[in-house]
Nanobody, 124 residues
Framework: VQLQASGGGLVEAGGSTRLSCTVS????????VGWFRQAPGKEREFVAAISSSGSSTYAESVKGRFTISRDNAKNTVYLHMNSVKPEDTAVYHCAGRQSNRMDHSTWPSRYPYWGQGTLVTVSS
């Protein structure tokens, strides 16, 4: 399983952007995909995750601003980031796990497969 994140860049506070995560796997329908982020000097934190059926969960810090979605025909998961804040600045990683249950999907240790990360910088 390989994951490729893209779409990062410089965004003004209050603006929007979209990250993409393309997954190379035989059966995308068996994959839960999560987004995590790591800001300089901070630990990696959970952002959002989505199951093959479209069930999703979010961190409290992004709930109502970010939306995770997936296109199973394209093996791609998206993170739509709206009303971004300077504190959203981080390297965003997508990660994958083969499961049909969302239990513990907020734990980085549950994901054996990771993409390389893409930097999002929010200017104030």
């Amino acid at each position: 399983v390989q994951l490729q994140a893209s779409g990062g860049g410089l965004v003004e506070a209050g603006g929007s952007t979209r990250l993409s995560c393309t997954v190379s796997v035989r059966s995308f329908s068996t994959i839960i995909v999560g987004w995590f982020r790591q800001a300089p000097g901070k630990e990696r934190e959970f952002v959002a995750a989505i199951s093959s059926s479209g069930s999703s969960t979010y961190a409290e810090s992004v709930k109502g601003r970010f939306t995770i979605s997936r296109d199973n025909a394209k093996n791609t998961v998206y993170l739509h980031m709206n009303s971004v804040k300077p504190e959203d600045t981080a390297v965003y990683h997508c990660a994958g796990r083969q499961s049909n249950r969302m239990d513990h999907s907020t734990w980085p240790s549950r994901y054996p497969y990771w993409g390389q990360g893409t930097l999002v910088t929010v200017s104030s």
